[in-house]
Structures are given as structure tokens and as C-alpha cells.
């Protein structure tokens, strides 16, 4: 079975690191483990997700578009 923790963070002045980063305390947090990788939807990467490589990395966890994740949100695994 997959965990993972969705967030929400619609904060207009906090960059996608940001935001990456505050998603993967609160899951190392409450579960006690690092995740490995994170949804995101395409219009947080910007420009990155229109490249031939459209995932990124914060830290350790992969930043990985997806559009069945709605925008602001942040599903981490």
C-alpha cells in the first residue's frame, strides 16, 4: 500500500521549493519516514514542465507533474 499526504498551499509569495519543503516536513512528521517523490500540477513548474526533462527535485524528493493533481496541491508519497 502506497502512503501519502496531500497538501495545500495556495500561498502567492512561497516558491515551489517552498512549498515542496513544508509538504515534506509535515509527512516525515506524521509518518516518520522521507518521501521519495511528489505530484504536483503542471502550472507550479512553469516553464520547466513544458522541457524535455519535466521533473525537478527538492532535497531528495522528485517533483513530478501530474494533471489529476489540481493546482495548489502538493501530493507527496
Avoid at 28 to 43: A, I, L
Avoid at 44 to 72: F, K, Y
Wanted: overall charge positive; glycine content about 8%; proline content about 8%.
Amino acid at each position: 500500500m502506497n502512503t501519502g499526504l496531500l497538501w495545500f498551499d495556495d500561498n502567492p509569495y512561497r516558491g515551489l521549493g517552498e512549498k515542496v519543503q513544508r509538504a515534506v516536513a509535515r509527512y516525515q512528521q506524521k509518518y516518520g519516514q522521507r518521501p521519495t517523490v511528489c505530484f504536483v500540477h503542471p502550472s507550479l513548474l512553469g516553464a520547466q514542465a513544458d522541457s524535455l526533462h519535466p521533473t525537478m527535485r527538492v532535497g531528495e524528493v522528485e517533483v513530478r507533474p501530474s494533471r489529476a493533481i489540481l493546482p495548489d496541491h502538493i501530493w507527496v508519497q
